[in-house]
């Protein structure tokens, strides 16, 4: 049976990088890197520097993302595209024995389906997960604030979700991640303050904040900027009533 290490390495700075990713990154024998297509060498760059970093010596294997078919229902496009993805982890490793690890940007419990896809892989490996800094932990140290009200819920979401459902009720605090449509703009509220961050612990992190009416422009046209100067960007944000501490 493959072992599989599925080991996060944070949002971009490779010093985020925890001493037990290191370790596991130290004995993988094979070290799985997936290549995100043109404009986007950056982050394959950055994950030969952590294996660098790590002091990792076992063989590196690259293989490229598929894209999804857009054409196709969501649900369905995304099934087809994580048994694409792991049709494509078998064809990189062929006979490859473990153990293997995989770097996973963020973590890999975290709106990420790299464990997902994992389970498809038949024998099933024995699966290890290392986890890393989210997203969610750089926004709110980046704007040095804290992720949730005094004894408050968090409701942690998506862009399509918000697009469909609005704002929940009894809802104190919510951050949005996979958002690449600025949903933000579709919530009819004056009351709500939004913290977003782009491209968290790199050195092209880019941070936004202030009531949403009057931050929102500003998010929009610097993430068009930086989207056409980078080729791609993630990005994620937070919003809560003002006054809530």
Not at 35 to 41: E, L, Q, S, V
Not at 49 to 56: E, M, T, V, Y
Not at 88 to 100: F, I, K, N, Q
Request: charged content about 25%; glycine content about 10%; aromatic content about 6%.
């Amino acid at each position: 049976m493959m072992e599989l290490s599925l080991i996060g390495i944070g949002t971009g700075n490779p010093e985020h990088v925890t001493l037990e990713a290191q370790r596991a990154l130290r004995t993988a024998r094979v070290l799985l890197v997936p290549r995100k297509g043109p404009g986007k060498d950056d982050l394959a760059d950055l994950r030969h520097r952590i294996l660098q970093d790590a002091g990792a010596t076992g063989r590196i294997v690259e293989f490229d993302y598929p894209e999804r078919d857009e054409a196709v229902p969501y649900r369905a496009r995304v099934m087809a595209w994580h048994d694409e993805i792991a049709r494509r982890w078998v064809a990189a490793l062929g006979h490859e024995g473990g153990p293997v690890a995989l770097l996973v940007w963020g973590d890999p419990s975290l709106y990420d389906s790299t464990l997902r896809i994992a389970q498809r892989l038949r024998p099933v490996p024995r699966i290890r997960v290392v986890p890393g800094i989210t997203a969610l932990s750089a926004l709110t140290a980046a704007h040095g604030i804290t992720f949730n009200t005094l004894a408050g819920a968090v409701t942690v979401t998506t862009g399509r979700r918000l697009r469909a459902h609005g704002w929940p009720d009894g809802t104190e605090s919510m951050v949005v991640m996979l958002d690449g449509e600025c949903s933000f703009t579709t919530l009819d509220r004056t009351d709500l303050r939004i913290w977003w961050g782009a491209y968290l612990g790199m050195a092209e992190q880019v941070l936004e904040a202030g009531i949403l009416a009057e931050a929102a422009p500003r998010i929009i046209a610097r993430r068009a900027e930086a989207r056409t100067r980078h080729g791609w960007i993630m990005d994620t944000y937070l919003l809560r009533p003002e006054g809530l501490e």
